[in-house]
Nanobody, 114 residues
């Protein structure tokens, strides 16, 4: 079973930046599409961005122009670069396949103050 661990969250002021990492125990990002999701307090988990196994990307409208998804296959790691953060980006962020086929991990908390 491939293990993945999310990291990189933290507390930032509005307008700040963070880079989240999703580190895998072996090469997986060339096999299937992966994605970042988030769940804000009291809300359902939602899709944030996806990256196909060929590297094409898509981000949801709410974060378009601010968030970028990428992978470093040499490091078996997927990233979410988050710029110009807003208080509404506050959530726990998770990585999973684009079909959410894996068990959810612990995620990484992102808190943005106004």
């Amino acid at each position: 079973q491939v293990q993945v661990v999310e990291s990189g969250g933290g507390f930032v002021q509005a307008g700040g930046s963070l880079r989240l990492s999703c580190a895998a125990s072996r090469s997986i990002f060339a096999i299937t599409a992966w994605a970042w999701y988030r769940q804000a307090p009291g809300k359902q988990r939602e899709l944030v961005a996806t990256i196909s196994r060929l590297g094409s990307t898509n981000v949801e409208d709410s974060v378009k122009g601010r968030f970028t998804i990428s992978t470093d296959r040499a490091k078996n790691t997927m990233y979410l670069q988050m710029n110009d953060l807003k208080p509404e980006d506050t959530a726990v962020y998770y990585c999973n396949t684009a079909t959410a086929s894996r068990q959810w991990g612990q995620g990484t908390q992102v808190t943005v103050s106004s």
